[in-house]
């Protein structure tokens, strides 16, 4: 991802670059119709594109420090491994045998569209998303081909009222957190669940 975005970074410094020249040459008289300096910036563009390769990509400063901060990582890692702990012996095995694991997941009970608890989850069938139904539903009747508000969804069709159904799943997961909280909301009497 870092040498795509290098990538993008130099495609548009060279492209900036190469509208300077054609400006100046433009600025001078050098050209004067649109067809030129289409042909100029074509031109520019493929002179300073020439010598593009992977490899200048790769010592990108963002790269080369990316670099550099893995390395430094991986030597503290090394440091930290090296170093006697507590419950570890001089061999290197465990003086007990507790291993970390994970016992549970925490789940997001927020609407991403409006950052507030769901009370009326609704599933979004095309790409899975859940929403809050009663402001979801209001953002689809007001702004005509609404897409997904979950940053980065693939699903670049509109949000349609026909595509959402009630999530169970979500559901239970709220009454669960609202079981273990020791607190009793009133559901929505519109709700089946």
């Known amino acids: 991802v870092m040498v795509e975005y290098a990538a993008m ?30 042909k100029a910036l ?11 390769s992977r490899d200048q990509l790769l ?14 990582l991986k030597g503290e890692e090394e440091a930290e491994e090296a170093a006697p702990q507590p419950g570890r012996s001089q061999t290197g095995g465990d003086d007990n045998d507790d291993e ?20 009326e989850p609704v599933k979004n069938k095309k790409c899975g998303h859940t929403y809050d139904k009663g402001p ?8 005509r081909g609404a897409k997904c508000p979950v940053g980065g969804c693939i699903n670049k069709d509109p949000l349609q009222e026909q595509d959402l159904e009630d999530d169970m799943d979500m559901r239970r997961k709220i009454d669960k957190k609202n079981r273990q909280a020791g607190r009793k909301e009133p559901r929505n009497r519109d709700m089946p669940f």
Do not use: W, Y
């Open 136 to 143: 979801i539903l209001q953002h689809i009747r007001r702004r």
């Open 9 to 38: 970074e130099r495609d548009l410094n060279q492209f900036v670059q190469a509208v300077e020249n054609v400006k100046q040459q433009v600025k001078s008289g050098e050209l004067s119709d649109h067809v030129a300096v289409e």
């Open 100 to 119: 970390i694991e994970m016992t549970q997941t925490e789940v997001n009970l927020k609407c991403p569209f409006t950052q507030q608890e769901f009370k």
């Open 59 to 72: 010592q990108h400063h963002m790269i080369s420090s990316l670099q550099d901060k893995l390395r430094e």
């Open 42 to 52: 074509s031109g520019q563009l493929e002179a300073t594109q020439q010598g593009n």
